[in-house]
């Protein structure tokens, strides 16, 4: 009897050591730092040379972050250079191979501002070669909307401890009025390296081009961004 109340005591003290560590794995946040040469969105450049931050959690398949910039000088649309912007969304999981990627965005600008839109986003993505995936968002308050695909592939150069981390874009961008909507694509390579078990340190760089000149937010229509992030987790 002593016996079997002990290997059930042990039982249940290993139990509950695999619950309060699977409770703590389930929660993981995400601090980074980014320095950018410049400040593009979807095609357009808004900034010069900015600075960053973010932060995210995620608890199973649920997460939410916080994202900020600021330039170091106004962009060509006068942009003032100070967003915030943030977000939640759920990744839903739809068979081994595809899962969907549901969420909103809060874009403020100078603290709060009449500028201020709300943004939701609907994405499918394919666990294949490639990581394709492709993303519908809307913008309430601007009406418009946004089509954009991706692919990546990520090699490893083992020598070195780090990877090459390759991405493609195209988006097509869907603006209310005549003759306003544009096409833009880029691609980009990223290497981490990870300096640590829970810190990695990631530069990259892109290049990003539009179909129209026309644009008074961005009218270098080929721009090429050189940035270098830390990225801390735990």
Not at 135 to 140: A, I, Q, T, W
Not at 168 to 179: E, L, M, S, V
Request: proline share 3%; with cysteine.
């Amino acid at each position: 009897m002593k016996k079997t109340i002990l290997a059930l005591a042990v039982l249940a003290a290993g139990v509950s050591a695999s619950a309060q560590e699977a409770s703590k794995s389930a929660l993981a946040v995400t601090l980074d730092v980014t320095y950018v040469s410049d400040y593009v969105f979807r095609g357009l450049r808004l900034a010069d040379a900015s600075v960053q931050p973010s932060v995210e959690a995620s608890y199973g398949d649920f997460y939410a972050g916080l994202w900020h910039s600021d330039a170091i000088s106004d962009g060509p649309a006068n942009f003032s250079g100070s967003e915030t912007d943030l977000y939640a969304g759920y990744n839903l999981s739809i068979n081994e191979t595809f899962s969907a990627d549901l969420g909103v965005t809060r874009y403020t600008y100078n603290g709060g501002s009449q500028g201020d839109t709300t943004e939701v986003y609907a994405g499918l993505k394919a666990d294949v070669l490639l990581s394709p995936s492709v993303y519908y968002y809307y913008d309430f308050d601007l009406d418009v909307s946004s089509y954009i695909a991706s692919i990546g592939h990520s090699i490893a150069v083992t020598k070195l401890g780090v990877s090459l981390d390759f991405s493609a874009t195209f988006g097509y961008i869907q603006i209310p009025g005549d003759n306003e909507d544009y096409c833009y694509w880029g691609a980009g390579v990223a290497v981490p390296y990870q300096l640590s078990e829970t810190a990695t340190l990631t530069g990259a760089v892109n290049y990003t081009s539009l179909d129209r000149d026309n644009l008074l937010a961005s009218p270098d229509q080929d721009q090429v961004v050189f940035s270098v992030g830390l990225a801390i987790g735990f």
